[in-house]
T-cell receptor, first 112, second 111 residues
Framework: NAGVTQTPKFQVLKTGQSMTLQCAQD?????MSWYRQDPGMGLRLIHY???????DQGEVPNGYNVSRSTTEDFPLRLLSAAPSQTSVYFC???????????FGEGSRLTVL | DAKTTQPNSMESNEEEPVHLPCNHS???????IHWYRQLPSQGPEYVIH???SNVNNRMASLAIAEDRKSSTLILHRATLRDAAVYYC????????????FGKGTHLIIQP
């Protein structure tokens, strides 16, 4: 059982470049979300989805886009990377109406 | 607004019990209390949750005050592998409510 899989684990970008962080879960969870974690800080919610075709903004959505075409996948897109987006990104999933989130191992992004 | 208050750090000795406090004085009657922990260089992992009654599982126990304004996560016998950041979170349920993580408590275990 793979759980929540994130790729890549590490990425270095130059300012202005675009990229997509991939997230996939094999638990048939309806809810998926993306968080970012900056040094010494807690996690902040970027975007979330309560099911295929439905997405919504979290606390810090600016500079990020998401889509949810399938139950399994929830990619996070950076259209024009900025140094302020240097962070560790975590994808998570859970069943609807339960609070137990399952997290991926994280993707460490550096924007130069 | 993390909606909960925790000490920044705590220190304990290996093989001793650890009591991690959390204040959630504005909690509503239907909010659950969830605890997660984050080991170094890993994503958070679920520990335990409860509503009104004390709860036990293989990882820890959760003691919730009668007025529900505070709770305590209890690790019965700490090991070095329990060194992590512990997050106490209010969860109001429903599909759209993401969990709001504060800065948590950094638990240091001394051998």
């Amino acid at each position: 059982n793979a759980g929540v899989t994130q790729t890549p684990k590490f990425q270095v970008l130059k300012t202005g470049q675009s990229m997509t962080l991939q997230c996939a879960q094999d638990m048939n969870h309806e809810y998926m979300s993306w968080y970012r974690q900056d040094p010494g800080m807690g996690l902040r919610l970027i975007h979330y989805s309560v099911g295929a075709g439905i997405t919504d903004q979290g606390e810090v959505p600016n500079g990020y886009n998401v889509s949810r075409s399938t139950t399994e996948d929830f990619p996070l897109r950076l259209l024009s990377a900025a140094p302020s987006q240097t962070s560790v990104y975590f994808c998570a999933s859970r069943q609807a109406n339960t609070g137990e989130l399952f997290f991926g191992e994280g993707s460490r992004l550096t924007v130069l | 607004d993390a909606k909960t208050t925790q000490p920044n750090s705590m220190e304990s000795n290996e093989e001793e019990p650890v009591h991690l406090p959390c204040n959630h004085s504005t909690i509503s009657g239907t909010d659950y209390i969830h605890w997660y922990r984050q080991l170094p260089s890993q994503g958070p992992e679920y520990v335990i949750h409860g509503l009104t009654s004390n709860v036990n599982n293989r990882m820890a126990s959760l003691a919730i005050a009668e007025d529900r304004k505070s709770s305590t996560l209890i690790l019965h016998r700490a090991t070095l592998r329990d060194a992590a950041v512990y997050y106490c979170i209010r969860y109001s349920g429903g599909g759209a409510d993401g969990l709001t993580f504060g800065k948590g408590t950094h638990l240091i275990i001394q051998p």
